[in-house]
């Protein structure tokens, strides 16, 4: 291994790499708008230090395309700009520290240019009318005039800027137009670089100076002509490289954005101007991290020191991809998403310098590092979405295998449980739990069925009442010795909670006797009948199986309880609070309330702890917070948490849980569909269903069967998403019928963001504050790789 990367550091620039395709990054990944916990407290990872293989060498160069199109370009910097010219090294200072590029003719344009443009189509329409409203939005959105066009065979009106684009620009727009929810694909014919993108085939290579071929020796047709308002001008037909006498306080900049390193101009072969930032690997990594993984929203070390190392590592690979452009890489989703200085986050600069140097290797070579924003709880085999088997992109489970994802997550109590056999009793144990934080009297340790289902006496109830009104401040009341019979009780617990006569005067007669619509209404007193008739309408007391309130017969503990907790926690009496919750360290949690800022508390160590499992609360003596659960708890006198009740996480317990795009809902009418499937769909007439015909080893859709009226097609692989223009290949299908049975809308309920294969970033963050180390984090996602730190 050590012999394979040291002879490719000597050889440098003539760096033969593997190009991964990458025909879909990301579109737009969720960064800035994730909502973010604060940064955890510093903690050591469970491998302080990678295990790295060592190769000393130079750090390389890498040359990013920041444009292939422009018309002009303006250099400058707030120091003194400096210029080399025709491919030298030795800079020169000008007499300006601004400057304008400009392309100019020199003899006509080759014919036979190679440089594919291509246009920006958005989603198919199946009337002109939903096509002409569609346009308003784009023409606002883009300022773009956009044409119209009917398909004749799919029937179908598509959307196309009327601008064709080189590919970079074509997937940023397409980008800028998902991000506001608005549906676009790119088509044209694939470019030469394209073509020999395919995971696991080699980019050509010229032999030599593998940056320099649009500068290679031949007629020029244009050159480059700088500019200044002093009236200094000077030209150039081979490529002209700007950088700044001091790069640390005035940087070098193209149209008024930052860069380290230098800036590259010359004419491409569409005539227009290409410009170049060449920089070193390390300087190029900070640019990209800060934008793979929102250091805002995704505050953890860990996690940005293992998209650092993927990052690296996809650049150093991928390194000479477009060599026959005069560049290696593009800053757009195509590639790796790059800013620049400007962009530059201190966490994800620390995570690039602590990590100098490193990266994953498989076999001794770099891997083709491909990443995705959120993977939906797993990943999937590399040739289930581009066609080609790679050893080390397999699918894995966003949870970290081989390690108990949940364990660091634990929370437990001393308090016993109930010892529960009637499955009527399950919620009646949430009720004495709550009065049991307002200092109840009578109350067990511990609940049993025996005791919930024994008879309460009158002098319990006359006891549990005094506290209801206590708690409810009200003044004593008078209570009589039936007090542990319904109709007596109800009017009691009334007075006690409510202070008056509210049942009396909000119903009358005869909306009491409506509520009271249990078979025996007629054994109640009509002194009593309002307020046991509000009190079942609520749902505060119990009615017996039979349809019987049993007047004359005393209560048990459990429906007495249960009405005056439920009332008490109805009128907000309990003092509950409600927030959504993490679990920090000893012992102690973070919760998060719909207004207002963080609060941590420690819990009470024989606190009451409610888990939901489906639609009711059981009692639990452990249970799991993984962050983001909403939660019901009580503040003890003491300060710390004496009753915590909490409901699962709605995204569950994937790594990639806090992505707001872990859990996604698309519903599209069968024309939508019909428009968006046009393409691969000719010739079978209208679609009547789709058929999921096979799933890969993470359960995403390979092969999706489009059934026509008069046939049927298919689309595979990493093609389903973006000719459905979904989110993610991770999905079901539901349907609405009409009255006859046949379909009128399809519903894809999935997860996740992106191709799906590699590592995930936002996992990655879910991993790192599960304490594991950068190293495990790569290591949970790229099967059987190793680090090595080549500088």
């Not at 294969?757 to 059987?784: D, T, W």
Request: aromatic share 6%; net charge neutral; with cysteine.
């Amino acid at each position: 291994m050590r012999r394979a990367i040291t002879l490719l550091l000597a050889q440098s620039l003539l760096l033969t790499v593997s190009v991964g395709q990458q025909q879909s990054r990301d579109e737009t990944r969720p960064r800035r708008t994730q909502p973010s916990w604060p940064a955890p407290k510093a903690s050591a990872p469970i491998l302080p230090t990678p295990n790295l293989a060592v190769v000393t060498g130079p750090e390389p160069t890498i040359r990013v395309a920041l444009t292939t199109s422009a018309r002009s370009a303006v250099i400058s910097t707030t120091g003194q700009l400096m210029n080399a010219s025709g491919g030298g090294s030795k800079l020169v200072a000008l007499d300006t520290g601004r400057v304008r590029v400009d392309p100019r003719l020199l003899s006509p344009l080759p014919s036979n240019n190679e440089e594919a443009l291509y246009r920006v189509v958005l989603a198919r329409a199946v009337s002109r009318e939903e096509a002409e409203e569609n346009d308003k939005q784009i023409r606002k959105l883009t300022g773009e005039d956009t044409d119209t066009t009917f398909d004749t065979e799919t029937k179908t009106w598509a959307l196309v800027l009327e601008d064709k684009r080189p590919r970079e620009e074509a997937e940023e727009m397409v980008a800028r137009l998902e991000s506001a929810g608005i549906d676009a694909t790119i088509e044209g014919p694939p470019s030469s670089s394209e073509r020999d993108a395919q995971i696991g085939r080699s980019a050509p290579s010229s032999g030599g100076n593998n940056v320099r071929l649009t500068s290679s020796p031949q007629m020029p047709s244009r050159e480059v002509v700088a500019s200044s308002s002093t009236g200094s001008t000077f030209s150039s037909s081979a490529p002209v490289a700007f950088a700044s006498d001091d790069e640390t306080k005035s940087p070098v900049r193209f149209n008024d954005r930052p860069y380290r390193g230098r800036i590259e101009v010359f004419t491409n072969l569409r005539g227009s101007l290409t410009v170049v930032n060449e920089l070193g690997l390390e300087d190029y990594v900070r640019g990209v991290v800060a934008n793979e993984l929102s250091a805002g929203g995704f505050p953890a070390i860990e996690a940005h020191k293992a998209q650092a190392i993927a990052a690296r590592t996809y650049a150093l690979r991928n390194r000479g991809q477009f060599m026959s452009q005069g560049f290696d890489i593009l800053p757009t989703t195509r590639s790796q998403v790059y800013r620049g200085l400007s962009s530059e986050n201190p966490l994800s600069t620390r995570a690039v310098d602590e990590t100098r140097g490193i990266i994953a290797t498989y076999e001794g070579e770099p891997i083709n590092a491909l990443y995705t924003s959120t993977c939906g709880g797993r990943t999937e085999d590399s040739e289930n979405i581009f066609n080609q088997a790679v050893p080390y992109l397999r699918g894995r489970e966003c949870a970290g295998q081989a390690y108990s994802a949940l364990e660091q997550f634990v929370l437990k109590t001393t308090r016993a449980v109930a010892e529960l056999r009637d499955d009527s009793n399950v919620t009646l144990v949430r009720d004495v739990a709550l009065l049991a934080t307002q200092n109840f009297g009578s109350l067990p340790a511990r609940v049993s069925d025996a005791w919930l289902t024994g008879e309460a006496s009158a002098a319990e109830v006359r006891n549990w009442l005094t506290h209801a009104a206590r708690i409810a401040r009200q003044p004593g009341i008078q209570i009589g010795e039936d007090v542990n019979r319904p109709p007596a009780f109800a009017t009691a617990l009334v007075k006690a909670v409510l202070g008056e006569s509210r049942s009396s005067t909000l119903l009358n007669d005869a909306d009491a006797s409506y509520f009271l619509a249990v078979r025996d209404a007629d054994a109640v007193p009509e002194v009593n009948r309002a307020d046991l008739g509000m009190l079942v309408r609520d749902g505060h007391l119990l009615v017996y199986p039979d349809a019987t309130l049993r007047p004359r017969e005393p209560l048990n503990r459990a429906r007495v309880l249960h009405a005056i907790s439920r009332l008490l926690e109805g009128r907000n009496l309990l003092q509950l609070q409600k927030a959504s919750a993490r679990l920090s360290s000893m012992g102690q949690v973070v919760l998060r309330p719909a207004k207002g800022k963080d609060q941590t508390l420690k819990i009470n160590d024989d606190a009451f702890l409610f888990r939901h499992i489906g639609e009711r609360a059981y009692a639990v003596s452990s249970l799991v917070l993984v962050s983001g659960e909403p939660v019901t708890y009580h503040v003890a006198l003491n300060g710390q948490i004496d009753y915590l009740e909490v409901r699962p996480a709605p995204n569950g317990a994937a790594a990639d849980r806090f992505s707001p795009f872990s859990n996604w809902t698309k519903t599209m009418s069968v024309g939508q569909v019909q428009g968006r499937l046009a393409r691969a769909a000719r010739g079978i007439g209208p679609i009547v269903d789709l058929r999921v015909v096979s799933r890969g080893s993470s359960h995403r859709v390979t092969d999706l069967e489009i059934v026509g009226a008069n046939g049927t097609a298919h689309v595979r692989g990493g093609r389903i998403r973006s000719a459905l223009g979904l989110r993610e290949q991770l999905f079901v299908i539901d349907r609405e019928y009409d009255e006859t049975g046949r379909v009128t809308d399809f519903t894809f309920v999935g997860r996740g963001w992106g191709h799906g294969v590699g590592m995930c970033q936002v996992g990655a963050y879910g991993l790192a504050k599960q304490g594991m180390s950068a190293e495990q984090i790569l290591k949970a996602y790229y099967s059987n790789i190793e680090l090595t730190r080549i500088y």
